[in-house]
Structure formats: C-alpha cells, structure tokens
C-alpha cells in the first residue's frame, strides 16, 4: 500500500503488490500480542487486554493520539517494558519473559540515538561491536547497510556533517545490519519537515519491501500510517479500536473516533428510517433520500461520516441536496476549502476545481458523491483521552 495526494489536497491510498505475494526475508518473524496488559503502578493502565498480531515480512502501523498506548505496545515488543499479563511471541518463541539482549529485535528511535563522536561507520558498527562481531564481517556488513540505503561513501562523516534524513538513514542501517527478525520504528520521521519526511518514509518502505522486513511502526501522523502500511491498528485509551488495511480504514471505518483520526470527516447526527432485507439503510436528509449500505446498524439513531473530497456543492434542488451556505471560501494552490453552515452544523468540503469558485456567503445545494457516506454507531465519541 501506498498513498499519494489528489488534486484536491486529499490523501488517497493506492493498492500494492499484498505482502504474501512478497519474497520474506528468511530471518523475518511474525509477531504475537495474547491478552496483553501493561499497569505502571497499581492505577494507570497503559496497554488494556490487547491481542493483535503482526505477519512475517508485513509492516504494521500502530496508530493513534498521545497517551493511547502505541509506544507502550512497541516497548513491550522490544523488551524496554515488560507485560504486566499476557503473552508475547516472536515467530514460536515466548519472549514475555526475556530481556531486550535476548530478543532478536532492533529499533529506531525518534531522536536517532547516534554518537555525535562515532563517524558514521563506527555508528553502524557500534551494535555489532557489542555483539562481538569479528572485524572483517563488521566493515563489511556496516558497509553494505550504508549502501542500502544510500549513504555509500559517507561512512568517514561525523552525524554533525549530516542532514536530518540522513542520519535517520544511518539509524536504519545501524538497526538492518544486525539482521533482525523484527525492526521497531518510533516516530522515526518527526524531526523532519514535511518534504522530507515524505521522502524518507517512501525510503523505509521500500527498503522493507526490497528487504521482506517484518516492521511494527509507530505514528499518531495518520497521513504516514496511510503511505507506509500494510495494514493499520488505530489505538485509543489502551485498546485497539480497529485493525485494518489503509483503505478499509478510511473508508468503512468503525466509529467515529477512527473516521475523525484516519484522515478529516464531517461527523452528524441522524436517524436511519428503516433497513431492508439487503442491509440497506434509508436515511432522509431534508428530504434528499439516502440508500446506504447498513453496516449492521438497525433503524434509529445513528452518525454520518462523509469525507471533506466527497461533499459536492452546487445549485439547489430541493431533495437532491441540502440548503448551504458558504462561510468561508480558500484557495490553497491546487484545492478549495469550503466551510459550508447547513442545518446540522458546519460542513467543511474540498474541491479540486479552482478555476471557478463559490465566493463566501453564496447559497449552495450540498450533496455527495456516491461513494461518500458512510453510517457509524450513534453511540461513540470522535475524541479520545490522552
């Protein structure tokens, strides 16, 4: 999977080559959550009952706002946290229990980690030193991980005589060269701005790919999730509040919390009027008649979601579209940004066509595309406590 940005500023996810169409890294492991919780203390729960699992040679996000666990989650994987119940597997082994030295596993930190007095081969070689590596096949695996990704003839530089990108890329050569069944990734693009962490991000998924690399990642950027994944855990208080590949996050999400957190959505309150003996849902707004796909809801209360590229806007034409009218209007280079006030609240609405725009306080007719809405429960939040 992989995503680019449309015309209209919006994030769209392409579909890859599946990750078991891919050659695995023979060296690659899955991994296994059972149950796991993580308590610090005798009161806060950081990681709740969790179970999830992470195929061989697949790269899995765990996803969500500050405080929802993720980090935690990829600790206990390392063995920088122990589990305070639970079970935790890499391939067929138990590893609960075992120290961060005796589980095969390397990670990339967020702040990179590098010796600012080690050049940037004795970085890389630094963990093979300390795995006492003969000397031979240490220089000559370091040099091979600079190769990979790209910093070949860089390895007498000192991290000073680096750009942020590049000494990211010596973190991940630091981690690949000690060949590890599983690569932990914690924020690794956050220091960068944002044209590079584009780029770096496309780095680390090819290498992963190229390399048939088991990768658990680590982002609250949802966009980043979306560019790198196979497949997403969105996390929020403790728990997994869903796992999904990129596309069946954003676009069947389960709640209104992973709409609002997997990319923009116009959230409102409705009442499904009836649902047929196909799962589908009619729903009645102002009068423009809706048919939905259910989604197992019944009639009664329940919520919209409808992303910001699939609110169309137009002339009025009463039960075709509902009354708008504009709020604010922006141009932002290659899209338009509306705020819309209909009579459930402000809808925000992008448009890729900027040559001819709706200016504020016009009246406009609001309505979707016909992949646009989609139902969710009535009874969820769309925030989440940090």
């Not at 308590?39 to 996000?61: C, H, Q, R, W």
């Not at 924020?187 to 962490?197: F, G, T, Y």
């Not at 504020?360 to 009535?378: I, W, Y």
């Given at each position: 999977?992989?995503?680019?940005?449309?015309?209209?500023?919006?994030?769209?996810?392409?579909?890859?080559?599946?990750?078991?169409?891919?050659?695995?890294?023979?060296?690659?492991?899955?991994?296994?959550?059972?149950?796991?919780?993580?308590?610090?203390?005798?009161?806060?729960?950081?990681?709740?009952?969790?179970?999830l699992?992470?195929?061989?040679g697949?790269?899995?996000?765990?996803?969500?706002p500050?405080?929802?666990?993720k980090?935690t989650?990829?600790?206990?994987?390392?063995g920088?946290?122990?589990?305070?119940?639970?079970?935790?597997?890499?391939?067929?082994t138990?590893?609960?229990?075992?120290?961060?030295?005796?589980?095969?596993?390397?990670?990339?930190?967020?702040?990179?980690?590098?010796?600012?007095?080690?050049?940037?081969?004795?970085?890389?070689?630094?963990?093979?030193?300390?795995?006492?590596?003969?000397?031979?096949?240490?220089?000559?695996?370091?040099?091979?991980?600079?190769?990979l990704?790209?910093?070949?003839?860089y390895?007498?530089?000192?991290?000073s005589?680096?750009?942020?990108?590049?000494?990211?890329?010596?973190?991940?050569?630091?981690?690949?060269?000690?060949?590890?069944?599983?690569?932990?990734?914690?924020?690794?693009?956050?220091?960068?701005?944002?044209?590079?962490?584009?780029?770096v991000?496309e780095?680390?998924?090819d290498?992963?790919?190229?390399?048939?690399l088991?990768v658990?990642?680590v982002?609250?950027?949802?966009?980043?999730?979306?560019?790198?994944?196979?497949?997403?855990?969105?996390?929020?208080?403790?728990?997994?509040a869903q796992?999904?590949?990129?596309r069946?996050?954003?676009?069947?999400?389960?709640?209104?919390?992973?709409?609002?957190?997997?990319?923009?959505?116009?959230?409102?309150?409705?009442?499904?009027?009836?649902?047929d003996?196909?799962?589908?849902a009619s729903?009645?707004?102002?009068?423009?008649?809706l048919?939905?796909?259910?989604?197992?809801?019944?009639?009664?209360?329940?919520?919209?979601?409808?992303?910001?590229?699939?609110?169309?806007?137009?002339?009025?034409?009463?039960?075709?579209?509902?009354?708008?009218r504009?709020?604010?209007?922006?141009?932002?280079?290659?899209?338009?940004?509306?705020?819309?006030?209909?009579?459930?609240?402000?809808w925000f609405a992008?448009t890729?066509?900027?040559?001819?725009v709706?200016?504020?306080?016009?009246e406009?007719?609001?309505?979707?595309?016909?992949?646009?809405?989609?139902?969710?429960?009535?009874?969820?939040?769309?925030?989440?406590?940090n």
């Amino acid at each position: 999977m992989s995503t680019t940005n449309n015309t209209d500023g919006q994030t769209a996810v392409h579909v890859g080559q599946s990750p078991a169409s891919r050659v695995i890294n023979q060296k690659a492991a899955s991994v296994t959550f059972e149950n796991v919780t993580k308590i610090y203390g005798s009161t806060v729960t950081a990681v709740d009952n969790v179970s999830l699992s992470v195929e061989a040679g697949e790269l899995v996000t765990l996803l969500g706002p500050s405080g929802c666990g993720k980090t935690t989650t990829l600790r206990m994987i390392a063995g920088l946290e122990m589990v305070s119940s639970g079970i935790i597997r890499i391939g067929d082994t138990d590893v609960t229990r075992l120290p961060a030295t005796d589980r095969d596993v390397s990670m990339v930190f967020q702040s990179y980690a590098l010796f600012p007095h080690m050049t940037v081969l004795e970085n890389v070689c630094y963990g093979l030193r300390v795995s006492k590596v003969k000397a031979a096949e240490m220089k000559e695996r370091a040099h091979n991980g600079l190769e990979l990704v790209g910093l070949e003839g860089y390895g007498s530089r000192l991290p000073s005589e680096l750009s942020g990108g590049q000494q990211q890329r010596v973190a991940v050569a630091r981690a690949l060269v000690l060949e590890p069944q599983v690569l932990l990734f914690d924020e690794p693009l956050s220091n960068l701005d944002a044209k590079l962490r584009r780029q770096v991000r496309e780095e680390i998924r090819d290498l992963q790919i190229n390399l048939g690399l088991t990768v658990v990642y680590v982002t609250h950027d949802q966009e980043e999730a979306l560019a790198v994944s196979d497949r997403i855990i969105v996390m929020r208080n403790a728990s997994i509040a869903q796992n999904g590949t990129p596309r069946e996050l954003y676009e069947q999400p389960a709640d209104s919390f992973v709409a609002d957190f997997i990319g923009e959505a116009n959230i409102i309150e409705i009442d499904i009027d009836s649902v047929d003996s196909n799962q589908r849902a009619s729903v009645d707004l102002e009068g423009m008649k809706l048919q939905l796909d259910a989604r197992g809801l019944a009639a009664g209360a329940a919520k919209l979601a409808v992303r910001p590229n699939r609110i169309q806007l137009g002339n009025y034409q009463a039960g075709l579209s509902i009354a708008g009218r504009v709020r604010k209007s922006t141009y932002v280079g290659n899209h338009m940004e509306y705020v819309v006030e209909t009579s459930y609240g402000n809808w925000f609405a992008t448009t890729s066509e900027v040559d001819h725009v709706f200016a504020e306080n016009t009246e406009v007719g609001v309505s979707f595309a016909d992949r646009g809405p989609v139902l969710l429960p009535a009874d969820t939040t769309a925030s989440s406590t940090n």
